[in-house]
């Protein structure tokens, strides 16, 4: 059983994964918490307590910007990774806004395309 402490919102959102400023990856975020969240990706060059940037912008929105967070991989598993928030600085009000927008849209978005694992 999962002990979590704060609550995760599924969804699906298109994200840009970046090592120290430079592109390395897309992925799909699956689900976000005010704490982390996980990335579908088939992205393998990573390590646990590594750094990453993850870019994303909402779809819907008329806004040209990308949104930034920086995490620490916290979980490998063969279907993406999962990042943690805690120790890094980061915008509450861009963690929270990712979280609302993905509890309004359950649907699949990807302004990066991610590659299917066979």
Partial sequence: ??????????GKLGVLVCKR???VATGQI????KRGLFIATDYTDVQLNQTLELEFRFPDKQEKQ???LTGHVVRKSENGVGVDFDGVENDTFTIFSLIDWLEKHHRSTS???????A
């Fill in 66 to 68: 990308f949104r930034r």
């Fill in 1 to 10: 059983m999962e002990h979590r402490l704060s609550k995760r919102t599924d």
């Fill in 30 to 33: 699956r689900d976000a918490s």
């Fill in 111 to 117: 302004h990066f395309r991610v590659r299917q694992q």
């Fill in 21 to 23: 400023g430079m592109p």
